[in-house]
């Protein structure tokens, strides 16, 4: 059964700083490239980070220089650092996996967890 756990979620002020982790259960980890996902309150789900199974990262401009994704393969988890927050970084946080060797595709999501930046 495949799982993704993500946890570090809170309540944090503006400019503040915050880390969320996502561990990965019964998959094959390097197969899969790793992402942040976060969807506000009445809008889409957009996407934040993706990191692939060698380490190349890619961000959403929005959050550019200011949130850096990264993953241990042995540990089969994703970080997101998230600094400088700001009141519109506040979101439902998701974590994705998403096969890339063939058959590629197959996507899994973690549950979500709540990132508020608030005063």
């Known amino acids: 059964q495949v799982q993704l756990v993500e946890s570090g979620g809170g309540l944090v002020q503006p400019g503040g700083s915050l880390g969320l982790s996502c561990a990965a259960s019964g998959i094959i980890f390097n197969n899969y490239a790793m992402g942040w996902y976060r969807q506000a309150p009445g809008k889409q789900r957009e996407l934040v980070a993706t990191?692939?199974?060698?380490?190349?990262?890619d961000y959403a401009d929005s959050v550019k220089g200011r949130f850096t994704i990264s993953r241990d393969n042995v540990k089969k988890t994703v970080y997101l650092q998230m600094n400088s927050l700001k009141r519109e970084d506040t979101a439902v946080y998701f974590c994705?996996?998403?096969?890339?060797?063939?058959?590629?595709?197959?996507?899994?999501w973690g549950q979500g967890t709540q990132v508020t930046v608030s005063s």
């Open positions: 990191i692939t199974s060698a380490g190349s990262t």
């Open positions: 994705n996996a998403k096969r890339v060797i063939v058959p590629a595709g197959r996507l899994y």
